[in-house]
């Protein structure tokens, strides 16, 4: 996707910056917002995103706190007013703070970093809350330190740009966010795979590009986030999640650099979006509900992944998932759940409908034998997946893989599963493998192609009622 003529000299710009630059810093670019909840110490009303009605973007939720005529509102803060130079060189990170320190006791502030400038600013944490309808609008570009040699020994390697605390932010603009992660790839701590299946050095203690914590009613919006030295995004202990029209753009063999991850969060909508990277489009962890996933284009990646859950023989609960209206292409799976042996919890209520596969491996996926190491035992307890559907899923894919595995656990099968209108041919060749189930119990409405004659009908004999296998909540709430 073409960046247009701005932010081409944009990329000039910071080329330039570069080279008149003594060291090697890089310039770096980011956004941050946070809102101060209205009233008394209780949160505000979540804003649950609406999945849109047609294939245009679903517009921004209006803000939700009328303007107070006494209050000097919809101020602009450029943080080149606070002392950024955006040469690509100098450490902007103070003058940030500052900006953001200003335009958070503003209602409705924005915190602007502008065109035509390169900045670099450190590992940060923007803390809230802050006065509601604070918007972090990122025109310019925006970057980290230039690989860990770079970073500061004092920061945490952990993330990069931390939003926390905040209640009605928006992180939104037409400039770049990059993560310069090359060489956070390249440390040789943790293997991954290179070209023709070679081995390369990959990063263990790589930071998380942009984290939101514990926040609330936010919005992220038209920004483009590439090179990310490790996940992109994360939303962590959040609700009432808006993401559209997102670019998210780094190379297939970059490692462990998920598009967008939620974990712990509910009431999500991401929307019309393109996420092309090293692993996960979408990765959705424990503690997730009520997630709307429409209009996205996925690759290449490693799909869209509810999972790993159950990890350590922890509990995992998630449900109400759908996702529609999605493209996954060149991807090493296509719509995939993964649990660990030992879990507990359940997935359930996941839909997945009209989605376009485009030489894809591993299209339709339930693995509940998830294991990053050779010497994973079978273990008696396993998370519950159950009432998963797969609706319209048409395509291509990689006839190295079957494109349907159903692989439950021994003891705790997997129920419900409803295939309808399933058509996956070879992308090249011919299919080696039949589609394979295992412990696996649901029903096909039309015949799938191709045709799975493995699926158990009905229900297993001992359906486990364990308290262990159920959350506390079925709506998600857990």
């Known amino acids: 996707m073409e960046l247009g003529r701005g932010l ?55 803000d939700p706190y009328p303007n107070d005529p006494g209050d000097t509102t919809g101020s602009i803060f450029d943080v080149t007013s606070y002392g950024a130079v955006g040469d690509g060189c100098s450490d902007d990170t103070a003058a940030f703070m500052e900006a953001w320190k200003a335009a958070c006791a503003v209602e409705s502030a924005t915190v602007l970093v502008p065109s035509d400038k390169v900045f670099m ?10 006065k509601p309808g604070l918007a972090l609008q990122v025109d310019g570009v ?26 009605d932010m928006k992180l939104t603009g037409n400039g770049v966010i990059e993560g310069n992660g090359q060489k956070w790839w390249d440390l040789p701590c943790k293997p991954h795979r290179g070209p023709n299946g070679s081995t390369l050095p990959g990063p263990c203690d790589s930071p998380t590009m942009i984290r939101f914590f514990m926040s609330s009613n936010l919005v992220v919006s038209g920004i483009k986030i590439q090179n990310s030295p490790q996940f992109h995004m994360k939303f962590d ?17 970059s490692p462990n650099t998920d598009g967008i991850h939620i974990g712990n969060t509910k009431s999500v909508g991401i929307y019309n979006s393109m996420i092309s990277n090293g692993d996960d489009c979408i990765s959705i962890g424990p503690g997730c509900s009520d997630v709307h996933i429409e209009g996205v284009t996925c690759g290449p990646s490693h799909g869209i992944s509810i999972g790993s859950l159950g990890v350590h023989n922890s509990q995992a609960c998630v449900s109400n998932i759908t996702v529609r209206n999605t493209v996954i292409r060149e ?17 359930s209520g996941i839909s997945f409908e009209n989605i376009q596969m485009e030489n894809v491996r591993n299209c339709i996926n339930i ?14 307890s396993a998370v519950y997946v159950r009432d998963v559907q797969y609706r319209n ?57 191709p045709p799975i004659g493995c699926l158990l ?9 364990s308290s262990q296998y159920s959350c506390s909540n079925e709506n998600g709430r857990f």
């Open 331 to 347: 991807s090493d799976n296509g719509v995939r759940i993964k649990t660990w042996q030992g879990g507990t919890g359940s997935v």
């Open 8 to 62: 081409l000299f944009i990329w000039i710009l910071a080329i330039l910056s570069f080279h008149h630059c003594s060291s090697n810093a890089n310039a770096r670019y980011h956004y941050h917002k946070k809102h101060k909840p209205k009233g008394s110490p209780g949160k505000s009303p979540v804003h649950v995103p609406a999945p849109p009605k047609n294939p245009d973007p679903p517009s921004i939720p209006s």
């Open 142 to 167: 925006l970057m980290p330190p230039d690989g860990p040699d770079c970073w500061p020994k004092a920061d945490s390697r952990q993330q990069w740009l931390v939003f926390y605390r905040l209640n």
């Open 237 to 253: 202990g959040c609700e009432g999640v808006l993401i559209e029209k997102l670019l998210i753009s780094t190379p297939k063999l």
């Open 367 to 380: 693995d509940q034998y998830y294991c990053l190491q050779k010497a994973c035992l079978n273990q008696t």
């Open 457 to 465: 009908k009905g229900m297993p004999h001992a359906i486990t009622e």
């Open 121 to 130: 600013i450190t590992s940060t944490i923007f803390p809230g809350p802050c």
């Open 393 to 449: 899923i048409k395509g291509s894919y990689d006839v190295r893989n079957t494109p349907i595995h159903f692989a439950c656990s021994d003891t705790v099968a997997c129920t419900n599963i409803t295939m309808a209108d399933v058509e996956l041919m070879p992308h090249e060749g011919e299919l080696m493998e039949e589609p394979f189930c295992w412990n696996a119990y649901g029903i096909e409405e039309t015949l799938s192609i």
